[in-house]
């Protein structure tokens, strides 16, 4: 089930009681508070998101309380999936401004991307097929009955990796600008936001309680391969270019140019003296 809130989840629970004998809602890490307790992150030592600026993350966080009531009912047998960043063939959240084929476009072209400053935060993602088995390998599991679990990859990467994923496949090495998420956010927070509400943080998180409960759960998918695939997909849709967001990514480049230029005009200051005793 998917639910965004705690009113879709008890209509959820309310239609489905008496007519399903277990009951999976698919959550998101997003929902934890930020900065995580543990490294790698594990579900029973984190808690819920209280920050009410990150919509998303909140209304997670919300139905998570609501089903936990629900899970302590005679009875019960609901579980509660929390995979990461999820992506996969027809992706279309993908990049820093959710660009897509732009980013396949931009290398080849040889134009610059942005990127999070913050981009060499360690980061666990989710590729679909492999959140399929898991969900798979959760139905009627009374294991996993009335319980919490992270389903996801155990590839650790970091984000500018995805575009040097998309960079191999191009041939081309990718021209990244790191700005900070803080000033992301302030231009279109809308677009931006959760980059610095969520994407920041260090995001390893660990997946030794869903194996217990389904030792059958072993990550098939490698970040490149996993990365071909969405772009395979992209051209295979004839996916093209978004001339709005290329524009417009092209603007924070080029702003990103004239500051780093003012900056470096401080190389010429008179040297400071110090010493290190």
Known sequence: MICFGPKDAAQTVEIFRDKAQHLIFT??????????????TREDLEKPLTTTTFAYGKDK??????????MKKPGAAITIIRPSLTFGPGARNFGT????????HRIKEGKPLVMIGETVAPWTFTYVEDLARGFLLTCGNENTYNDHFQVLNDEVVIWEDLYQAIG??????PIIYRIPSDLLKEIDEKLMGHLNYEKVYCSVFSIDKFQKAAPDYKPKWKFQDAIAKVVESWESD???????KDAFEDKICSCYEDFRASLLKLKDHEPFSFSFK
């Not at 004839?238 to 709005?244: I, S, T």
């Open 168 to 173: 191999k496949l191009a041939g081309k090495e």
């Open 27 to 40: 959550s998101s890490v997003a929902a934890y508070d930020k900065p995580y307790k543990s490294l790698p």
């Open 238 to 244: 004839k996916l093209g270019v978004d001339e709005a």
């Open 61 to 70: 966080a919300a139905f998570e309380q609501y089903l936990f009531g629900e």
């Open 97 to 104: 401004l959710r660009q897509n084929y732009n980013v396949v």
